[in-house]
T-cell receptor, first 114, second 114 residues
Framework: DAGVTQSPTHLIKTRGQQVTLRCSPK?????VSWYQQALGQGPQFIFQ???????QRGNFPDRFSGHQFPNYSSELNVNALLLGDSALYLC?????????????FGPGTRLTVL | AQSVTQPDIHITVSEGASLELRCNYS??????LFWYVQSPGQGLQLLLK??????LVQGIKGFEAEFKRSQSSFNLRKPSVHWSDAAEYFC????????????FGAGTILRVKS
């Protein structure tokens, strides 16, 4: 049983560009959350998708958007990249039902903005 | 506002010595509490979680944590540290009122000396 997978592993972009990160949830999971982990910090919640809709959003600008597909996989899009967007982006999957459900994390995508 | 504080950025312990990592939270709801571990280049792995009931919870790899409501703390402990425990440890809090969103502390880097 594959866990949460993310692609690509690493990515280098320049300021102003746009990027798309992808996530496949653990088998049987229907909820995907995205987190940003800047260097030396803990992960920060970006947003969560369930039933192909954004259900919750953290304190991130509209440049950050997402999508969930019918097979529960998800994409994170970031427009107009800034240097400060350089971070490890983590995807987590879970079953809908509240905070008691364990979130399984993928290995992350390391984004570098030059 | 929801917040998690891990007061120690770095901790160094000798192999075989006991370990305690501190975590304090501020949350406007009944919290669910988690400890995750992250090795370099890896995603987050759940060590243990507390939802309700017995305030001393056992996790994987010989870790345990104790929930103290009066102190708003959820400290992680291990009686005898192994060199393979060297990693970064994150405390996180969630609540049913906030869905599956997790709020993380800044992390504690554990170094193990032989």
């Amino acid at each position: 049983d594959a866990g949460v997978t993310q692609s690509p592993t690493h990515l280098i972009k320049t300021r102003g560009q746009q990027v798309t990160l992808r996530c496949s949830p653990k088998s049987g999971h229907d909820t995907v959350s995205w987190y940003q982990q800047a260097l030396g910090q803990g992960p920060q919640f970006i947003f969560q998708y369930y039933e192909e809709e954004e259900r919750q959003r953290g304190n991130f600008p509209d440049r950050f958007s997402g999508h969930q597909f019918p097979n529960y996989s998800s994409e994170l899009n970031v427009n107009a990249l800034l240097l400060g967007d350089s971070a490890l982006y983590l995807c987590a999957s879970s079953l809908a039902g509240g905070a008691g459900n364990e979130q399984f994390f993928g290995p992350g995508t390391r984004l570098t903005v030059l | 506002a929801q917040s998690v504080t891990q007061p120690d950025i770095h901790i160094t312990v000798s192999e075989g010595a006991s370990l305690e990592l501190r975590c304090n939270y501020s949350y406007g709801a009944t919290p669910y509490l988690f400890w995750y571990v992250q090795s370099p280049g890896q995603g987050l792995q759940l060590l243990l979680k507390y939802f309700s009931g017995d305030t001393l919870v056992q996790g994987i790899k010989g870790f345990e944590a104790e929930f103290k409501r009066s102190q708003s703390s959820f400290n992680l402990r291990k009686p005898s540290v192994h060199w393979s425990d060297a990693a970064e440890y994150f405390c996180a809090v969630g609540a049913r009122e906030y869905g599956n969103k997790l709020v993380f502390g800044a992390g504690t880097i554990l170094r193990v000396k032989s």
